[in-house]
């Protein structure tokens, strides 16, 4: 984007309501939730995706599988994963 401002605004919202996602993504996993795990991640795959955070979007899509296969401990390494990668985006993003 040729707009720092709009692009901090847009990324300063994903982060905020993604880091609320991932709280009930997590309470979710806790309580192996199938349906509520994929509809979370799904959610907030997409929203990643529309911003151009793919990585993060990769890993949402990776525990949208893992749930739907029942892997709740993998879902868990999924989640520990995405939490170190929204840290890098929200520093990045503090960057602009």
């Known amino acids: 984007m040729d707009d720092p401002e709009l692009m901090r605004e847009i990324l300063a919202a ?3 309501d993604t880091s609320q996602q991932m ?4 309470a979710a996993i806790r309580a192996q939730n199938t349906a509520q795990c994929m509809r979370l991640a799904h959610y907030s795959k997409g929203a990643c995706a529309n911003v151009g955070a793919n990585r993060a979007a990769g890993m949402f899509k990776q525990i ?3 749930a739907a296969d029942g892997e709740f401990s993998g879902c868990v390494e999924s989640l520990a994963s995405l939490v170190r990668e929204m840290d890098l985006l929200r520093n990045e ?3 602009l």
Do not use: V
Not at 23 to 26: D, Q, W
């Open 93 to 95: 993003s503090a960057a």
């Open 64 to 66: 949208e599988s893992r």
């Open 14 to 16: 994903l982060l905020a």
């Open 23 to 26: 709280g009930l993504l997590e």
